[in-house]
């Protein structure tokens, strides 16, 4: 799986608004372990941004009002239970993998109001997961997949809320947070 956002010219967004992100937001604690895996093992050169789960890679920035009143209806309610259930191997990486069927509803919901301004990757189905490695040799990620995963034990959580960033020059720039209150 590719953290890459598509370059804004092939989403026919104009150079004067970045891509627009979604990302399900983890709670504090759940965070900081995944992100010290992901300090640990993510190849140090490339690992500009916290351990995440993303939903979204790239809407257009015309829709940032919009997408803001859709995130906060849909932050009305219950966070969304979740489950870290083990790993997701990569192609050159590894995942945590996260099973939430009302998160992937809510995604669907999002894409359905997004509908015709969805980029290729995000019509894709969703395989909710956070990143720690990637971009390595298949045998350096099978290896720490090897190691990991008898180690691994389940992870019951509930999202925290959305998170929305502008994708700019390879990072991403925080608009706001959404938390869940129901």
Do not use: C
Request: aromatic residues 6%; glycine residues 6%; positive net charge.
């Amino acid at each position: 799986m590719n953290e890459q956002v598509p370059d804004s010219s092939t989403l026919g967004v104009r150079r004067s608004g970045a891509p627009l992100l979604i990302t399900a937001e983890l709670p504090a604690d759940v965070l900081a372990w995944a992100d010290a895996l992901r300090r640990a093992h993510y190849p140090p050169e490339r690992n500009r941004l916290r351990a995440h789960v993303t939903l979204f890679h790239a809407l257009p920035p015309s829709v940032k009002h919009e997408l803001l009143q859709v995130l906060i209806e849909l932050a009305r309610g219950p966070a969304p239970e979740a489950r870290i259930n083990g790993l997701m191997k990569l192609d050159r990486g590894t995942a945590l993998a996260v099973e939430s069927p009302k998160m992937v509803e809510l995604h669907a919901t999002i894409a359905e109001r997004m509908h015709g301004l969805l980029a290729d990757q995000d019509t894709r189905p969703l395989r909710l997961h956070v990143t720690i490695q990637n971009k390595v040799p298949t045998q350096t990620a099978k290896a720490l997949q090897a190691r990991l995963a008898p180690q691994l034990k389940p992870v019951l959580f509930r999202f925290h809320g959305f998170g929305l960033y502008a994708w700019e020059e390879g990072l991403w720039h925080p608009i706001r947070t959404i938390a869940f209150r129901g």
